[in-house]
């Protein structure tokens, strides 16, 4: 069989452009694709921060007077940058569920078969999703604070616990975007991003003090980078030395976001499925 | 445009070395039962998908070599009405433009040409979710033309669609094939690829079993019919072999119905003789009729099936199955009434 179609037309086609910038705005065309759509469901985000508001009451309220924690004597103190970092990992979880929407729907098909920089869905979704946390982060500093809670210390200091939160964040949100892209329907995206989500947050010291954990989950717990990263949060919010723990929580972010950035984009842009 | 593909899926063979090439300007209908892969095709030439062997072309640009390059210039219209619902119908083409890396002003002016195009200009204002599904097939079709493609790709366009929108999107793939926009269509409707079809490609277990116009394959399987419609489906053998001596070939019992076809070459004065036939051998019959042979002869002449049965094998393994359950379900309810 042979080729019919050769372009000899002499006006042949110009190629599409592409190169760096075009990559940046790609990621950015997807970005706004999500953003675009955020004021016109304002469910999306009602419910993605009436959940930790929630939380941040229940804890407070409820286990408040019956938890006591070394070195702290008000338990808000203490409660709240864990509640921050929680929420903000579960918010993670609308990654995966997103791409697998646009998986199933047919709209990745589309996107794959455009010109375009194939990454630049994923980095888009990311994007949004990050901003949709920093939003959601927001609506709970404002209830954490009209319950009691304040920075302890300099606004530095609250500003750099609050760039640890949204990078580690950042980070988890491209572990759901590889399960995003690898599981096959939305209610599987679902429930497979919170299955790692629950453990990871809660045998941590988010809301306990490790030791008073049993003696075999303790060294589970005090290893679980999301310790690392509550800790270090928590310091920096109450005015104390985080030390080498806000390093260490920028080098995971950076490792975890690197591996499965380069996962998921492998996965999406592949041409197996 | 396609040489010599094939794919496997583990055991499946989904593709066996299919070959198919669509004139410039022309539709070519890729026709074949579900599971034939059909879509297999469709997402290898559209890269979304690499062949195990064989070679794509697109524009004489090989899709595995240089998929970006191919991307391109073609325009994909997938099986799901691949819309962000939460975007007006404007604000999806001018998305889709701005991934074609266009101009953004004539990303905007292409999203409203199409608007106009397909009927949309009234409703490119309103989010996509609150559109019917005609309306989104419209727009979705909309969004794969508006990087201005050489080839666009039709995977099933009215899969879904009521039966009105249906003939809607007829008159809508019927006016891209009149622009000259080069068309590959696929679907497992007869009626559909014998009305907007240029040439048809018959493909079925991976594999291309026809090729031509569609007056071609019905040529190809004798142009004239007579159907009887029995009062006893049960005769239909006794039927065919009292008309053999006037059928062109050997005629068909449709199955699941009461209906037997014979394919004849003339059809003037067969109506009263075939009656005359039947009612000497002694058959039951409630009509005789002739009519034109359609796509679905070709795909029975050439496959031993309809075309709609989707799994010719899986009818032994249900009628099996149907004799086992009531034995098990029924002793252990009588034993319990017992006790």
Same mark, same amino acid.
């Given at each position: 069989?042979?080729?019919?179609?050769?372009?000899?037309?002499?006006?042949?086609?110009?190629?599409?452009?592409?190169?760096?910038?075009?990559?940046?705005?790609?990621?950015?065309?997807?970005?706004?694709?999500? $953003?675009?759509?955020?004021?016109?469901?304002?469910?999306? $985000?009602?419910?993605?921060?009436?959940?930790?508001?929630?939380?941040?009451?229940?804890?407070?309220?409820?286990?408040?007077?019956?938890?006591?924690?070394?070195?702290?004597?008000?338990?808000?103190?203490?409660?709240?940058?864990?509640?921050?970092?929680?929420?903000?990992?579960?918010?993670?979880?609308?990654?995966?569920?997103?791409?697998?929407?646009?998986?199933?729907?047919?709209?990745?098909?589309?996107?794959?078969?455009?010109?375009?920089?194939?990454?630049?869905?994923?980095?888009?979704?990311?994007?949004?999703?990050?901003?949709?946390?920093?939003?959601?982060?927001?609506?709970?500093?404002?209830?954490?604070?009209?319950?009691?809670?304040?920075?302890?210390?300099?606004?530095?200091?609250?500003?750099?616990?609050?760039?640890?939160?949204?990078?580690?964040?950042?980070?988890?949100?491209?572990?759901?975007?590889?399960?995003?892209?690898?599981?096959?329907?939305? #209610?599987?995206?679902?429930?497979?991003?919170?299955?790692?989500?629950?453990?990871?947050?809660?045998?941590?010291?988010?809301?306990?003090?490790?030791?008073?954990?049993?003696?075999?989950?303790?060294?589970?717990?005090?290893?679980?980078?999301?310790?690392?990263?509550?800790?270090?949060?928590?310091?920096?919010?109450?005015?104390?030395?985080?030390?080498?723990?806000?390093?260490?929580?920028?080098?995971?972010?950076?490792?975890?976001?690197?591996?499965?950035?380069?996962?998921?984009?492998?996965?999406?842009?592949?041409?197996?499925? | 445009?396609?040489?010599?593909?094939?794919?496997?899926?583990?055991?499946?063979?989904?593709?066996?070395?299919?070959?198919?090439?669509?004139?410039?300007?022309?539709v070519?209908g890729?026709?074949?039962?579900?599971?034939?892969?059909?879509?297999?095709?469709?997402?290898?030439?559209?890269?979304?998908?690499?062949?195990?062997?064989?070679?794509?072309?697109?524009?004489?640009?090989?899709?595995?070599?240089?998929?970006?390059?191919?991307?391109?210039?073609?325009? $994909?219209?997938?099986?799901?009405?691949?819309?962000?619902?939460?975007?007006?119908?404007?604000?999806?083409?001018?998305?889709?433009?701005?991934?074609?890396?266009?101009?953004?002003?004539?990303?905007?002016?292409?999203?409203?040409?199409?608007?106009?195009?397909?009927?949309?200009?009234?409703?490119?204002?309103?989010?996509?979710?609150?559109?019917?599904?005609?309306?989104?097939?419209? $727009?979705?079709?909309?969004?794969?033309?508006?990087?201005?493609?050489?080839?666009?790709?039709l995977? #099933?366009p009215t899969?879904?669609?009521?039966?009105?929108?249906?003939?809607?999107m007829w008159?809508?793939i019927d #006016?891209l094939g009149?622009?000259?926009?080069?068309t590959?269509l696929?679907t497992?409707y007869?009626d559909e690829a014998d009305r907007l079809a240029d040439?048809i490609?018959?493909?079925?277990?991976?594999?291309?079993?026809?090729?031509?116009?569609a007056?071609?394959?019905?040529?190809?399987?004798?142009?004239?019919?007579?159907?009887?419609?029995?009062?006893?489906?049960?005769?239909?053998?006794?039927?065919?072999?009292?008309?053999?001596?006037?059928?062109?070939?050997?005629?068909?019992?449709?199955?699941?119905?009461?209906?037997?076809?014979?394919?004849? #070459?003339?059809?003037?004065?067969?109506?009263?003789?075939?009656?005359?036939?039947?009612?000497?051998?002694?058959?039951?019959?409630?009509?005789?009729?002739?009519?034109?042979?359609?796509?679905?002869?070709?795909?029975?002449?050439?496959?031993?099936?309809?075309?709609?049965?989707?799994?010719?094998?899986?009818?032994?393994?249900?009628?099996?199955?149907?004799?086992?359950?009531?034995?098990?379900?029924?002793?252990?309810?009588?034993?319990?009434?017992?006790?």
């Amino acid at each position: 069989m042979t080729v019919t179609e050769q372009s000899t037309d002499p006006a042949a086609r110009e190629e599409i452009p592409s190169g760096v910038i075009w990559a940046i705005r790609d990621c950015w065309t997807e970005a706004s694709r999500h $953003l675009r759509a955020l004021p016109r469901n304002p469910e999306v $985000l009602a419910f993605s921060t009436i959940q930790p508001v929630m939380f941040v009451l229940l804890f407070a309220y409820v286990f408040g007077g019956a938890i006591n924690v070394p070195g702290y004597d008000d338990y808000k103190q203490f409660l709240m940058p864990g509640i921050f970092a929680q929420t903000v990992l579960f918010g993670t979880s609308f990654t995966a569920v997103g791409l697998a929407e646009d998986l199933s729907k047919g709209i990745a098909d589309r996107l794959r078969s455009l010109p375009m920089f194939g990454p630049a869905v994923l980095i888009g979704r990311t994007i949004y999703d990050t901003i949709r946390n920093l939003i959601t982060f927001v609506v709970m500093l404002a209830v954490a604070f009209a319950i009691g809670f304040r920075f302890e210390g300099t606004l530095g200091e609250a500003l750099a616990a609050t760039l640890l939160l949204m990078s580690f964040a950042y980070a988890f949100t491209w572990v759901n975007a590889y399960l995003g892209v690898s599981v096959g329907s939305v #209610e599987a995206a679902n429930s497979a991003s919170f299955i790692w989500i629950f453990p990871i947050t809660f045998v941590s010291s988010a809301f306990v003090d490790p030791s008073s954990m049993p003696s075999w989950l303790e060294p589970i717990a005090r290893n679980n980078p999301f310790t690392t990263a509550t800790d270090a949060v928590r310091a920096l919010y109450n005015g104390r030395p985080a030390g080498s723990d806000f390093w260490l929580v920028l080098a995971w972010s950076a490792g975890i976001t690197l591996v499965f950035a380069f996962l998921a984009s492998r996965k999406f842009t592949s041409s197996t499925r | 445009m396609a040489e010599g593909l094939s794919k496997r899926f583990g055991e499946t063979e989904a593709l066996v070395g299919v070959d198919f090439e669509i004139e410039k300007g022309k539709v070519l209908g890729l026709l074949g039962p579900n599971g034939a892969g059909k879509t297999t095709a469709v997402r290898i030439l559209c890269t979304l998908l690499k062949p195990d062997s064989g070679r794509a072309l697109i524009d004489g640009i090989n899709v595995v070599a240089q998929p970006r390059r191919a991307r391109a210039r073609i325009g $994909l219209t997938g099986q799901f009405a691949a819309v962000e619902e939460r975007l007006t119908g404007f604000e999806n083409l001018q998305h889709v433009g701005r991934l074609f890396h266009l101009p953004t002003s004539e990303a905007r002016r292409r999203a409203r040409e199409l608007l106009e195009r397909f009927d949309l200009v009234d409703s490119g204002d309103r989010v996509a979710k609150t559109y019917s599904g005609g309306m989104r097939r419209r $727009l979705d079709i909309a969004m794969s033309l508006i990087g201005g493609p050489s080839v666009l790709f039709l995977d #099933e366009p009215t899969t879904g669609l009521d039966p009105r929108s249906r003939v809607g999107m007829w008159d809508v793939i019927d #006016e891209l094939g009149r622009a000259g926009t080069t068309t590959l269509l696929t679907t497992q409707y007869l009626d559909e690829a014998d009305r907007l079809a240029d040439e048809i490609v018959v493909i079925d277990h991976g594999k291309v079993i026809a090729r031509g116009t569609a007056e071609d394959l019905k040529r190809r399987v004798g142009g004239e019919r007579v159907e009887v419609t029995l009062a006893d489906p049960s005769d239909a053998g006794r039927v065919i072999e009292l008309l053999a001596h006037r059928a062109l070939g050997t005629g068909q019992a449709i199955p699941g119905t009461n209906v037997v076809t014979i394919p004849v #070459e003339d059809l003037s004065g067969i109506v009263p003789a075939v009656v005359r036939d039947l009612d000497a051998g002694g058959v039951k019959v409630l009509d005789v009729g002739t009519r034109g042979a359609t796509l679905d002869d070709v795909f029975f002449a050439l496959t031993g099936r309809p075309a709609e049965d989707e799994d010719g094998d899986g009818d032994p393994q249900d009628g099996s199955g149907a004799e086992v359950p009531p034995t098990a379900a029924i002793y252990p309810a009588q034993a319990e009434a017992r006790s």
